[in-house]
Nanobody, 119 residues
Framework: QVQLVESGGGLVQPGGSLRLSCAAS????????MSWYRQAPGKERELVAT????????NYADSVKGRFTISRDNAKNTVYLQMNSLKPEDTAVYYC????????????WGQGTQVTVSS
């Protein structure tokens, strides 16, 4: 079955960095775009970044442009989110997402990893 397992979250001071990883299995990872979303307490889940299947194209939310970088390693079935210059408003649960469709289900989420930016 499809599994997306995020890791790398934690507590970091403002201005610090974290690298999130999402290990995928159960589908052909290398032919699907992948995305990172986040959800802060009391807010809706929002799209943070997307990367094309080949890694040749990326898109970012305005709030993270220039600070976050999405990348992927198709040999390892893993997508990454490098987060630099972190701000308190980046505090959220970060989720990995694939638009892969199985027989009756389209779109799968990981369990999420908590990122807390605080001094």
């Amino acid at each position: 079955q499809v599994q997306l397992v995020e890791s790398g979250g934690g507590l970091v001071q403002p201005g610090g960095s974290l690298r999130l990883s999402c290990a995928a299995s159960g589908f052909t990872f290398s032919i699907y775009a992948m995305s990172w979303y986040r959800q802060a307490p009391g807010k809706e889940r929002e799209l943070v970044a997307t990367i094309a299947w080949s890694g040749s194209s990326t898109n970012y939310a305005d709030s993270v442009k220039g600070r976050f970088t999405i990348s992927r390693d198709n040999a390892k079935n893993t997508v990454y989110l490098q987060m630099n210059s972190l701000k308190p408003e980046d505090t959220a649960v970060y989720y990995c997402y694939t638009p892969y469709c199985a027989v009756r289900i389209c779109g799968y989420w990981g369990q999420g990893t908590q990122v807390t930016v605080s001094s």
